[in-house]
């Protein structure tokens, strides 16, 4: 393993624990079943778990096989999102090594965000080209007039209530993925999102 390359086991363990000590608050954000925590748990325990199973492997063949394992009979709709993003970010990353600088992509790719798809870890994708956009940095390339507008409204609303930038970045991001479909959803989404930037950050250090 190269120094700046990711132990991604290492990584999704931490997001695992982090859910385990929120579980029994995401369960209550679900008002539909009461049992988001508990799937979220299961989610990620088997994303540590199937990682950790092919350490030696390339990334890309690690969330390949995370995400089939989750397919493979997934027991909630959390595991099949989470699956399916997995084969996506699979794909997008393939060849690729996933270091503290490039991990950007992959939260992206795990929340369900497409855009991330088409941009390189460099550029940063959709929370890359939201930053840029929002804190007066750039343009927003990569990001279509529906995603902005989501993206942008969340951006916004979340400033309004006092939200520090990255906060309300991380708010847009969410709104602009398929973990923000429901609001259980989105509340789990911005935890592993954020448990994964700070995780990649400490592996930068």
Do not use: C, W
């Not at 929120?22 to 679900?30: H, I």
């Not at 508990?38 to 989610?43: G, K």
């Not at 855009?115 to 279509?144: M, R, W, Y």
């Not at 708010?171 to 592993?192: F, N, Y």
């Amino acid at each position: 393993m190269a120094d700046n390359q990711i132990d991604l086991a290492s990584v999704f363990k931490t997001v695992s624990t982090v859910l385990s000590e929120n579980q029994t608050k995401l369960n209550a954000a679900d008002t539909y079943n009461q049992d988001h925590g508990d799937h979220m748990v299961e989610v990620f325990n088997l994303i540590t778990k199937a990682i950790g199973q092919k350490k030696n492997a390339d990334p890309a063949d690690q969330l390949k096989y995370a995400g089939e394992q989750l397919l493979a009979n997934p027991k909630s709709g959390s595991a099949a999102m989470y699956g399916e993003n997995l084969l996506q970010a699979a794909q997008t990353l393939q060849g690729q090594q996933v270091t503290a600088e490039s991990g950007l992509q992959l939260v992206q790719l795990l929340l369900g965000s497409q855009q991330a798809t088409t941009k390189t870890p460099q550029e940063g994708g959709v929370l890359g080209s939201l930053l840029s956009t929002f804190t007066g940095g750039g343009t927003s390339e990569g990001l279509d007039a529906g995603d902005l507008l989501t993206a942008g409204m969340a951006f916004f609303q979340s400033k309004q209530q006092g939200d520090s930038t990255m906060e309300a970045a991380m708010d847009a991001l969410i709104a602009a993925s398929t973990a923000g479909q429901t609001p259980h959803r989105a509340e789990s989404g911005k935890l592993v999102a954020n448990t994964l930037l700070q995780a990649l950050a400490a592996f930068k250090k």
